[in-house]
């Protein structure tokens, strides 16, 4: 049995006559009928009564029509699907973020992305840098939003600039320093830190503490990690130490209660900022992926 053998099936079974069922399929009358008799014996029943002046379907025949219609339907549909998937009209995307950029514009530009192609099914994942990069590496994400790393561990990884966004000290209301317009990297030198990271992390190894170790020269002294950002606030609110955080996951507590926001600037005055990033392996050949990029770019 092949999918030709049912569209002639359904042809005479639709017409009850073998001449215009042959002509609406564009092949012999002799053709159709050695076809349905091929059929016949494959189904192992008669699927017609049939003589000289009369065609109909047997018992058999009209059940087997409505699989027959079913099966065809569900092969035309996966032909359409799998050229849809080949065009990355259809499928699936895996991306990963960093904490706390759930707050900033990331949610605009998935939006945007389900708007122009509903069709595609879009799996999310968070966590931090070091972990989503080894995702890309393993092939367990498409591509990943992070921030741009001081040292590229993973070099066959690709990568496009997104956005800059200003850093900010986060501050304890009382603290000594919360009376300054701004703050630089050096004069936060002695703070005792509490850092945006999974707690199972390396100090050495936490994105923050290489950020203040290159841009103000010191390794900061570091007395809590927390992943969520509303506990590490929290922390900071009862005086238990100072944080450095991007813009976008603090900008929905501004007036959270006992904990000031201030800048950070370069020695020059310009704003410190960090880079964010899409990382993808040019190895992906999902079709999806592309469509993304070309989105963002």
């Not at 016949?40 to 000289?52: A, H, N, Q, S, W």
């Not at 990331?106 to 099914?121: A, D, G, M, N, Q």
């Not at 000290?169 to 030198?189: C, I, K, M, Q």
């Not at 201030?262 to 469509?291: F, Q, Y």
């Amino acid at each position: 049995m092949n999918l030709n053998q049912l569209e002639y099936f359904i042809s005479v079974a639709e017409t009850l006559n073998f001449t215009k069922a042959a002509a609406k399929c564009f092949i012999s009358q002799t053709a159709m009928t050695q076809q349905i008799r091929s059929l016949e014996k494959t189904v192992g029943v008669p699927l017609f009564i049939r003589d000289k002046h009369h065609v109909e379907l047997t018992a058999a025949g009209r059940v087997y029509l409505n699989e027959a219609r079913i099966i065809l339907h569900r092969s035309n549909e996966a032909l359409r699907m799998a050229k849809l998937a080949s065009e990355g009209l259809q499928g699936e995307i895996t991306i990963g973020f960093i904490r706390g950029y759930g707050q900033s514009d990331f949610p605009e530009i998935l939006r945007e992305f389900c708007r122009t192609y509903p069709t595609v099914k879009v799996n999310l994942i968070r966590d931090n840098m070091s972990v989503l990069l080894d995702l890309l590496v393993n092939r367990q994400c498409d591509l990943t939003f992070t921030i741009s790393p001081f040292q590229r561990t993973h070099p066959d990884l690709k990568h496009i600039y997104i956005k800059s966004y200003p850093v900010m000290a986060v501050l304890y209301d009382g603290h000594p320093l919360t009376d300054r317009s701004y703050l630089t990297y050096e004069e936060l030198e002695g703070e005792k830190f509490i850092m945006m990271q999974p707690t199972d992390r390396p100090k050495d190894q936490m994105e923050e503490s290489m950020l203040i170790y290159d841009r103000g020269g010191f390794l900061p002294d570091v007395v809590g990690v927390e992943g969520d950002q509303e506990t590490l606030l929290l922390m900071i609110s009862v005086g238990m130490g100072i944080s450095i955080l991007p813009e976008y996951i603090i900008r929905p507590y501004q007036k959270m209660k006992d904990i000031r926001i201030l800048p950070m600037v370069r020695k020059d005055g310009s704003a410190e900022t960090v880079d964010l990033e899409v990382n993808w392996s040019g190895e992906n050949e999902n079709p999806v992926l592309e469509k993304f990029l070309t989105m963002l770019k």
